[in-house]
């Protein structure tokens, strides 16, 4: 069940003839190469050209591909050792939140090889039957009150953190507002400041607002090129600044909720390139995009004292939002 | 029983921004129709009364101005902090006005910077950091503005060794200012966080209508106290985006400060005449200071005797007696 986005589509219609001019010429034996590696060269110029100029709608969009990796997918692919940790210890395992612990893969040479690392991410599912259950990435109360725990227990035993951010937004629901979602997300908040660890979180589709900064308040944060990060999903803003849902591509433009966009508000520390085409269309190589920085960011992190991760993570979100002087008359 | 549910339905009428539909409208210059219990209440006795409806309790919004004269001790002087700083329209936002142009309206209409007043006031003999929202203000909105000012109340109290309080107001982040908004958050949590552990000063963190989304989701749910004053809305979502999510009805009452208190979200329910005498309690309570009971007016006039108390602790029992 390929999604396909409206703008992608010339890309793919180009990639089946070539894919059926394969066919014919592996079946017939007659050589196709030529009008082959033609139409090639014209999918590569048409998706460099798309590509290229993505509006932040259309990147709204990839971030929200259901072919997009996941966090279960980064887990699998970059760590080792991997151990589902389950439970708030209050009733509730939050499927749309997934915590554990693993250890970085030794690729040789790298000071994290062999890391051990809790990872704690949002998780979404592919199909309607693994949407039901993680709740499409939206997580309640009970989520976050199990990442904090996961949190907590870093902290203790002197583990770094590693998030993936990728939900729409907390759970907006009649049990979620019952069991304190804004002081879920306000607990979590606080206490990621406190932490003594180094903390990277990687944005790597939806960072949808409170629900996103939950897991986020990190020594580094990096930001796939496709992914957002807003206070707000376009449509709801869209919504309320323009009563219509349908302007969500005016209100993507407006908030500025691109990975671009954030490198420039400084929120985010670094964008990790996505190739042509996606990071949907090419999962394994953005994977490993995506492992290249958070080893990179957390060899960084390694020399500091708990006191300067504190520190420099305090100091880190204290510089941002501009503000003037102007004195009232 | 059955005028809760009416009551109910018009504050939330009154959140997502619709007119309220007889509030004001009769002779606007003396009267105004208490929504909750449809009786017409003289201006002035409102006034009078803290604007609280003097027939059924209801409490209408009330100017931050106001607030802070009410909570701060009589005869004192507050002083005002960071009155100049003003909001940058850092991403150009325009939807049906540009930002900038709705900052010039609520400047003009306020005669303030942003939406956030912050004061140095002598709280029952005790001076603490406190600040208050001016939900007049784009609905009370959080940007940059109000969470710098939040940040350097909560370093100014850890600095001081004071205890912080912060009157919420506040509809949430504010949309203009795209993901900065969101990021005040961990900003004022951060700063909050290095009050509690560094200074360990009691911050108290007062709800009032409404009280939603960002604001809601740091510094206001994380009090060492959390009081609410009666009937507030209070919440992560607004009930409209819950009711389009789930696609039902919400149960009568949800959201409100009594359904927190219910499900141990908050500490305490504590009408706005009392207000003032429970912050005095309880400060002095966790600064093991001596006991100024009774009422307001006694609080009042053994603070203005005794002169300054420094919060801290330590230096306290020389001040005492
Ligand atoms: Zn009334």
Known sequence: MDVVLDFERPIVELQKRIDQLREL??????????????????????????????????????????????????????????????????????????????????IGDDPCDGMPVVIIGHQKGRNTRENIKRNFGMARPDGYRKALRLMKLADRFDMPILTFIDTPGAYPGIDAEERGQA???????????RLNVPVVA??????????????????????????????ISPEGCAAILWRDRAEGPRAAEALKITGPDCLELGVVDEVVSEPWGGAHRHRKATIEAVGQAVRKHFSDLLGLTRQELRTTRYDRFRAMGPVVERPLA | MSNEGRRWFEQRKEFVG????????????????????????????????KQVCPLCGHHFRLGAM????LLCDPDTTPVHHDDALAPVDALGFVDSKPYGKRIEVARSKTGRNDAFVSITGRVGGIDCEIGCFDFRYMGGSMGSVVGE???RLFERAAEHERP????????????????LSLMQMAKTCAALARLQDEAGMPYI????????????????????????????LIGFAGPRVIEQTIGQQLPEGFQTSEYLLEHGMIDLIVPRDQLRGTIVRVLRQMLKLDSLEVDDALVDRDAAAGGPVHAKPASSAGTEA
């Open chain 1, 25 to 106: 010429q592996d079946s017939n034996g007659v050589d196709l190469s030529a009008s082959i590696s033609e139409l090639e060269h014209q999918a590569v110029k048409l998706q460099a050209r798309i590509f290229a100029q993505l509006s932040p709608w259309q990147r709204t969009l990839i971030a929200r591909h259901p072919g997009r990796p996941f966090t279960m997918d980064y887990v699998n692919a970059l760590f080792t050792e991997w151990n589902e940790l389950h439970g708030d210890r209050a009733g509730h395992d939050d499927q749309a939140i997934i915590t554990g612990m693993a250890r970085f893969r030794t």
């Open chain 1, 183 to 193: 002081e879920a997300i306000a607990r979590n908040i606080i206490e990621m400041a």
């Open chain 1, 202 to 231: 990687v944005v790597s589709g939806e960072g949808g607002s409170g629900g996103a900064l939950a897991i986020g308040v990190a020594n580094r944060v990096l930001m796939l090129e496709n992914s957002v990060y807003s206070v």
């Open chain 2, 18 to 49: 619709r007119a309220r539909p007889a509030e004001g409208q009769d002779t606007p210059d003396l009267l105004t129709r208490c929504p909750s219990c449809n009786e017409p209440v003289y201006n002035e006795a409102l006034a009078e009364n």
């Open chain 2, 66 to 69: 106001k607030r802070l004269e």
């Open chain 2, 149 to 151: 000012l939040i940040t």
């Open chain 2, 164 to 179: 912080a309080i912060v009157i919420s107001a506040s509809g949430g982040a504010r949309m203009q200012e795209g993901v």
């Open chain 2, 205 to 232: 963190s007062v709800l009032t209508h409404p009280t939603t989304g960002g604001v809601a989701a740091s510094f206001s749910m994380l009090g060492d106290l959390i009081i609410a004053e009666p009937e507030a």
